[in-house]
């Protein structure tokens, strides 16, 4: 669980689809995401695929599938 906190703080947050608003608070609060440089989230940017593993990983980490 990552929490029920899905408060977004990134400066763009205007820019996040509303159906994504939620997960992504959620996944920033729990620690798993920190968005980009100017505390941005950049939501029409691709993730590259080192940014994507760093999410997977914390995220398993968070469910303790993995330590």
Same mark, same amino acid.
């Given at each position: 669980? =990552?929490?029920?906190?899905?408060? =977004?703080?990134?400066?763009?947050?205007?820019?996040?689809?509303?159906?994504?608003?939620?997960? =992504?608070?959620?996944?920033?609060?729990?620690? =798993?995401?920190?968005?980009?440089?100017?505390?941005?989230?950049?939501?029409?940017?691709?993730?590259?695929?080192?940014?994507?593993?760093?999410?997977?990983?914390?995220?398993?980490?968070?469910?303790?599938?993995?330590?």
């Amino acid at each position: 669980n =990552i929490g029920d906190n899905t408060e =977004i703080l990134f400066s763009d947050a205007d820019s996040i689809s509303e159906y994504a608003k939620s997960p =992504i608070g959620a996944m920033y609060n729990g620690g =798993i995401i920190s968005g980009m440089e100017n505390n941005r989230f950049c939501p029409q940017e691709k993730a590259t695929r080192a940014q994507a593993c760093e999410i997977i990983y914390k995220a398993l980490r968070k469910a303790e599938v993995i330590k």
